[in-house]
């Protein structure tokens, strides 16, 4: 028996990014936070201290200022970059991981019309990706994650099973909210993901929106089920749903009814849903989903 | 000498509510956060352990959730029924303090239509209130939180005094930045709440916008005076805006120059700047500001 | 009638500044969070963006950075300097406000003797201090936050007046669960700073663990009075304490008796107590107590 | 081509239990975060809204509350004890996860002792266990997370490679400063957990303190193979270590020198170094590491 050095990475994570494209009178912004890592021989500097291979982290994060320089882009092509370059770089390198989070703002409308350089802030939604770089093979995983919803009707759950310990009731009108992160691995690394995002976002409301849920896996299941439908280039989608219950108050000990009216909105435990919708024929993920968080 | 009780509050924090108006087939939801505090004479229970004047916070709790059944209405308005209440309900209750925020939702387009029941965070925003009772006279500050605003040019920083710890350069062009926080002291309980404030966030966003900057005091007391001055029921204004820093990258080191798009987005520290703009006839402020955290 | 500039003030906030004094092979580890805010003469600021008053925030952070290189000693020391430097640098500031949070780190245990230069956080507790400077006069506001305590008996809740909205149970036995905030006013500012809060740190655990509760207002006055009776330095001091609720989870749907054995520790909402104990012939507080958050 | 469901889990996440052993006067208090989650057949609640297999996630935050009744002893058994009941308790559920972190309390010194029911939060540390059910066969991963660490000296970098991106200087005297997330995978079930929790903080702590770091890599790797070397029964442990900055700050400005004394704590970009240790002849891994956030 000995004892090795396993799987390992390193690099700079949530560096933070605002980049101002001045090239027309109207500015735009793009607000990102880039964690990198290195994947590849880093034994020496694991097993002697020696760190004749490690590209120091700092240098990461100068990297993707530089690179920001000559204009971001949609984020995955700027990770597609950022990753091509570091495995590039350095022989020993041999993977690389590029994380993107997007934050969006929009601009302020001043006598009906976008301020040309004045922004607000559109919400905790972020638009993500997941870049893995396999050697010269990249890897994307493109996704939104913070996207809050809520439905005050439409919304059952009954015919489950009942074991000793169950005592929940069954209901046929619950407020249903969660807040979704789905992510979507894409086969191919050349498509309008601009476009695709905001498409893909607008399913996931939508169906969010329009299914008459029995159960929360059952809306999970067919929001996947309609990006798949109308995007051939995604493989697969991951999604994780937590339920955020919101009870109905007993009113009866003031002499109320509460037909659904006042709810409190918990904090924890909350229900944890999570599954992946993909089509029987999709290319292998690879190491495309190597540690993100969450399900997989 | 002697060791005496001083001032003193209690109550209950951060009572989660949401309630779903369902009267008409397009829902409404309002989503509050409500946290009540008692004044009066608790002395026994500091004292002494004895609870004979102390209303329980569940009971405030329960107030809150019972009160909501017969509707909402405006957050000024359901937490001056809330303050008038407790005022009213023991005679050794003198005083309350009664705060709301209030998280907006829209609905969920579909088909280019809002959906009825299914509706997604807007943001990051929040309205709120403090109302004060002083016995039976109520106190108003209406407010806003979490308003996150970005100016892309149009921001100068120069002419400040220097002495030996100073470093900083001159600028005639940088990014402002910062997430506002504002409350207004209102004259008088009778508004029409709703539309105020959304004329105020309006008003506050506008002049962010349009003002070219030469000092984030000057952007702040501008925004200030024209909340003032559109709003004759506003008596008093106080507003708190972090200078969110956004720190050009240098980029001289990689044979780049930087013409303002790339920054470095910082956490900490961060310029704090606090200020109030008031009429000068403005009745007094009484209790109103007691307790509300940040500047007074 | 016109709209004026109100109070102002503006400083830097959130400065992260670790000291190492390594003047002994011991090294000694001090982690403060230093925010500053000048006041005085800004209206050139507010009303024409003129900066000529305006010591830039970058400039007090320098000062924070600069002054600890001569070393920090106590927080209370430290904010006494900075404080007395900027109301003496400039002709028209005429008050100040430095607020010290310190973070603990003890000694990583090696063999049995703490090491010298290797330490591990110690929890989430803060010793805190606010220095105001009234011109040339300082007032010492010091204090502790994070204090997490909890007792698993010794703690009854009865005998509080009931309205048609109550429906708790009394109960002679309970947890009680709070997270401490406390800060002390200071008569003077010539006190071993170090050793004064580590008595009151004691006294208030002490006293939390000792005393048979009826009511966590009795339980926060009786470690007030403490702190009181065996400092005569402190003029007053002022809590927070958050009722942080475990309920007791109700077992009989599966058989089972709960005799205060199994309770769920709920998020939100919680009870908030806040309350002061003072000598009654304590100094007048001046602006001691200006824009600290909470309770005042 | 076909568009199917894939992988999927449910369940209960974040359930707040404490849980007050009252058989001796001194009581002993457990503070549990426990996530439950459960893996089989639940394609007809995806597919067709059909919950007859959907256990709901309330009965599953029941089971928890109910079993904690009889006791909870150490986390891995507590957490063994769900998986197994809830892998027995339908046929159709084929796998189970359950994810609990303890949080620390320790007894208040009272003249000298412990007291014996009152107790505060020892920082911001947690014991974690994940125990993964693959049918009737348990995986048992445990852990630590949030253990924050510093060294003031002995530790250096240098000897990195240099591109055109590279500005770092080298150093052989720096800050070293991480929080600690460490997860081991056990062999087998039966062990002391209690005692090899603490066994293998103490060697993570020690060896930190202890090994003159040439690497933030080195330290990680020396921390794990000590851990693999005193206990058997680990096959391979896991560890997250963010490289948290401290960087010297620049006084010459101000005619001041700066040997190391004088640091800003920055909060991002931050490194983040991700390594593993194991055995070479460990058993294989199977499920163990699924769904547990960050490095695998």
Redesign the interface.
Known sequence: ??????????????????????SAPA?R?T?LTV?T?LRGD?AA???????????????Q???V??F??AGVGEIEEFALRLGRHFVG??PWVTGARIEIEQAG?ER????GTG?D????????ERRTTVVTMDGETPYVVSGIAG????????SE????????????EETTDR?LATEVTARWRLIGVDHDFGAMFTEIRTIL??T???VH???L??T??RMG?AV??ARPEVA?I?MSM??KH?FL?D?T????D????????????????????????APPAGPAW??I????
């Open positions: 028996m000995a004892i090795v050095l396993g799987p390992n990475q390193y690099g700079k994570a949530e560096v933070r990014l605002v980049h101002v494209d001045r500015h912004i607000d964690s890592a880093f500097a694991h097993l002697a201290g020696d760190n004749a291979h490690v590209l120091p982290t700092d240098t994060k100068n990297t200022y530089a920001a320089r770089a350095l703002w302020i409308p001043v006598g301020h350089h004045a922004f607000t802030r559109a919400g905790g996207l809050v919803v809520l439905k005050s009707t439409g759950f009954w015919g489950f099973p009942r074991d000793r310990y169950t005592t929940l407020i409301l939508e969010f929106a329009s849920s029995l159960a896996q059952q999970l299941y089920e798949l439908a697969e991951r937590p339920n919101h108050v009113l000990p003031f002499g109320l509460n037909p659904n009216v006042v709810f409190y909105a918990a904090d924890r435990p909350y229900g944890r849903i999570e599954g992946s919708v993909l089509r029987d024929d190597l540690t968080p969450g399900f997989c």
